[in-house]
């Protein structure tokens, strides 16, 4: 093999030596399968050809796409095989040419020299372009087939065909028609039917060719060309050695019903085009069949496959590019009613399978693949709207109708797309905390409790609680109020206090009331529906009053109490309640239950305080309780006993009743003020019992005044005294002198000369005389008759002159003999058996 140099310099070989005999030793190195060598080989010519010591020919151009091919390197391998279809050779290196072309059994004679190969051929076995670059048949078809090869592989088609069009234009080359027919049929218009060229290209060059024309054209025959099993191809799928060809032989994989590895292709190729919407498309169409197509025996890669397909359509249909293109291939416009009624169609097939399969499944609702299915639709439909005003400029040309599946198969995707699906997550929680209603509601259906959201959005609320309280149930021990609970628990009171307002809309007042309760038990706030649920209250109470033959007023009371708690200003409701709590107390006081009766009556009129009969219950109970308290006076429940029937003359200052049993209090606290020396304190209370009694009481005088009637209840309760020891004397004694100092009474005076004779008489028994006798001096001077006192001190004085007497104190003795005969007569003395022999005389 010959490399000849044009136009060089004399090569002193200290560099590459003779640049033929390199490339000579690069050839034969890469025909034994020494390619590191024959690289080595190349570029040391390269490097040559740097310094203007050889050529890069054409023919160094095609070893060089050949090794770039064999590395996978396309990008490579078609700029080196442009390189070697524009190489020409010089115009000083044009001789004569000889009779005959290369080709032994062509008897044409040759007119053009190959710029690859050196030989010389006629036009049935090369082509001259116009520019003068000349190839022979074998150098450019090869050259042709590699280059088209590379060029589809590195997605650079789009500048080969210009190359294509020089060689089958102006050179007429019938490879270079047919490759361009298969690239660009437009381009190729005019140049005749070039099927039939296609059947002698190397089978896998063929199936390149067949699917990338069927890329382009979508038409049918090209695809089952393409997909037809040739008998000399590889065992190696295409798609392994050329990526592009993925989604290809995945369709015609789903056309021979290999859905799953169909399917397996296709998610490959979306992991390298995530928001293609194309792509998203096929994996939809690829992963529903799986899952629809009955021939997966395993039900875990269906599941996968069908949550694939629900995240994928919902992306699609609410994408504007899908209906877009859909619109292009159809060839019309197509109205807002029209798009929705067909996404409706599609969405209720797609749904309809999906429940079908729940059911198969015995999947529990909130984990079904129908909720899947709608939560996805719901997030989808509304994500664009905040999306909108966050996106950066590159990537305003997506589609961002996403639902939580697709983030997570974005998610999977990794790189980028990771970021991305944060981006999305960041802009719905800013918009939500702006009070966006729509980002709240995003926010809410991307979270854990999404599905159960969901259902609640479709008014579905039996199932959501349910669910969630299962899951309290299982979860029982956990903190209430700990982080992981707070989400279930919030949907699980929303999902209560919705289920109770559709109860109210139904009039099933009992179980919106339950479910209002529920809904506050797990911390919602039912501020501003204290109307309609205090209108519950009040329909169940009229239901249980209404439908008992016999009402049973506690749990009537029990119900609205409860509602009270929720709505507690709500006016019908306090006014119901108060009637039952008096219904109640009525009840209980039959029973005898007076406290309970009371505290009833009491609650009633808390409740309403204008309620008539509620004023006249409590004020009836809270006297009879006051009366109660009364009895036997105890002077420790006196101050209740009053505080209570003031509360009642508050109610009603015209409750005779009350009005009787508090100036029987205020009066007894009157005497026991006096006693306690209170002087101004008993006045005044006595002057109120006057005004109490209204004229009209036989046990004061309001006409003799205050003092007369304080004086009166003292002398009273000491006469009430029967029996006493010397204690109770001395009390009596008190007793009388503090009633003399508001009014001197002659029964007083008589009653306090009794008592000091009684107490005189008790000192002597126990020989206590000098304490008996000076008590004379106690006796008031306006008595009529102190006879007993006066003989009883004179025994005192006997008794006392008999000690001095025998203890030889005569002159005691005897002074108190004369003070005894001042107080008796010698008749009353012998009563003492004293005598006139007695010493004491």
Request: hydrophobic share 40%; proline share 4%.
């Amino acid at each position: 093999m010959a490399h000849t140099v044009w136009g060089g310099a004399e090569d002193d070989g200290a560099t590459v030596g003779d640049p033929s005999a390199r490339f000579e030793q690069a050839v034969i190195a890469y025909a034994q399968g020494r390619f590191a060598i024959t690289i080595s080989h190349l570029r040391r010519l390269e490097r040559a050809a740097e310094a203007g010591h050889a050529v890069v020919d054409a023919r160094h151009a095609a070893l060089r796409g050949a090794l770039a091919a064999r590395a996978r390197n396309w990008t490579e391998c078609c700029d080196w095989y442009e390189r070697s279809l524009a190489f020409s050779l010089p115009g000083d290196h044009a001789c004569r040419p000889p009779l005959f072309c290369f080709d032994e059994d062509c008897s044409g004679s040759a007119g053009d020299r190959c710029g690859q190969c050196d030989r010389w051929f006629c036009q049935e076995h090369g082509a001259e372009r116009e520019d003068g670059v000349a190839r022979c048949g074998p150098c450019l078809d090869v050259a042709l087939h590699n280059l088209v090869q590379a060029a589809i592989l590195a997605d650079r088609v789009g500048t080969l065909v210009e190359t294509l069009a020089s060689w089958a234009r102006t050179a007429g080359w019938d490879t270079a028609k047919a490759l361009l027919a298969c690239l660009a049929p437009q381009a190729a218009a005019d140049l005749g039917e070039q099927a039939g060229v296609l059947d002698s290209f190397a089978p896998d060059r063929r199936a390149a060719l067949l699917l990338y024309r069927a890329s382009r054209t979508l038409h049918p025959t090209d695809l089952e060309r393409a997909c037809a099993p040739e008998p000399d191809a590889p065992d190696e799928p295409s798609s392994s050695t050329y990526e592009w060809l993925r989604p290809w032989e995945a369709r015609a994989l789903s056309r021979m019903g290999r859905h799953t590895r169909a399917w397996r292709l296709q998610y490959e190729e979306w992991l390298a085009r995530p928001l293609d919407t194309a792509a998203v498309h096929a994996l939809a169409l690829t992963a529903l069949r799986v899952f629809a197509g009955g021939t997966e025996p395993d039900h875990r890669v269906r599941e996968k496959t069908a949550r694939q397909a629900i995240a994928c359509w919902a992306m699609v249909l609410h994408s504007v590019s899908y209906w877009r293109e859909l619109e292009r291939h159809s060839g019309r416009s197509l109205k807002a009613d029209e798009r929705k009624a067909a996404s409706n169609a599609l969405t209720e097939r797609i749904r309809q399978a999906l429940r079908d399969d729940d059911r198969t499944a015995d999947r529990p609702t909130a984990d079904g693949l129908e909720l899947a299915c709608e939560l996805e639709l719901a997030v989808a439909r509304s994500l664009p709207e905040i999306m909108e005003d966050v996106l950066t400029p590159p990537d305003r040309g997506y589609d961002f109708s996403f639902g939580p599946g697709f983030l997570d198969l974005l998610a999977s995707a990794g790189g980028r797309w990771k970021d991305l699906v944060a981006e999305v997550h960041s802009a719905v929680s800013e918009a939500s905390s702006e009070g966006e209603e729509t980002g709240s509601r995003l926010e809410g259906l991307l979270s854990p409790e999404g599905r159960h959201l969901t259902l609640l959005e479709a008014g579905r609320f039996d199932e959501v609680i349910a669910d969630l309280e299962a899951e309290g149930t299982a979860r029982h021990g956990a903190e209430e109020n700990s982080e992981p609970l707070r989400g279930p628990r919030s949907v699980l009171g929303a999902a209560l206090f919705a289920r109770a307002r559709a109860h109210v809309e139904g009039r099933r007042w009992s179980a919106a009331i339950r479910d209002f309760e529920g809904a506050a038990a797990v911390g919602v706030s039912l501020t501003g529906h204290e109307e309609e649920i205090g209108r519950a209250g009040v329909h169940a109470g009229f239901a249980l009053s209404r439908n008992c033959t016999k009402v049973d007023w506690q749990a009537y009371v029990g119900l609205l109490e409860r509602v009270l708690v929720m709505a507690p200003q709500h006016e019908q409701l306090r006014r119901d309640l108060a009637a039952g709590c008096v219904r109640l107390g009525e009840q209980v006081s039959q029973r005898n239950e007076h406290d309970e009766a009371r505290a009833r009556f009491a609650r009633a009129y808390g409740l309403a305080p204008s309620n008539e009969s509620a004023v006249a219950a409590l004020n009836a109970a809270e006297t009879r309780s006051a009366e109660r308290l009364l009895e036997g006076y105890v002077f420790s429940r006196l101050p209740q006993a009053i505080e209570m029937l003031r509360g009642v003359l508050d109610r009603d200052e015209t409750f005779q009743p009350a009005r009787r049993a508090l100036a029987g209090a205020l009066y007894e606290h009157a005497l026991d003020a006096a006693v306690n020396d209170d002087r101004a304190d008993a006045l005044s209370l006595m002057q109120e019992v006057h005004s109490l009694s209204d004229g009209d009481s036989r046990r004061w005088s309001p006409h003799r005044g205050p003092k007369y009637d304080i004086a009166t209840g003292l002398y009273e309760r000491a006469v009430l005294y029967d029996d006493l020891d010397e204690d109770d004397l001395r009390e009596t004694l008190d007793l009388l002198a503090v009633a003399r100092s508001y009014e001197v009474l002659p029964e007083i005076s008589g009653l306090q000369v009794s008592v000091l004779a009684d107490l005189v008489e008790l000192l002597s028994a126990d020989e206590n005389y000098d304490e008996a006798i000076a008590l004379v001096r106690r006796c008031p001077k306006d008595v009529e008759d102190r006879s007993r006192l006066d003989t009883a001190v004179a025994e005192a004085y006997t008794r006392r002159a008999r000690r001095h007497l025998d203890k030889g104190d005569n002159a005691a003795a005897r002074s108190d003999t004369r003070s005894a005969r001042k107080y008796a007569s010698a008749r009353q003395l012998s009563l003492f058996q004293v005598v006139e022999a007695d010493p004491l005389w």
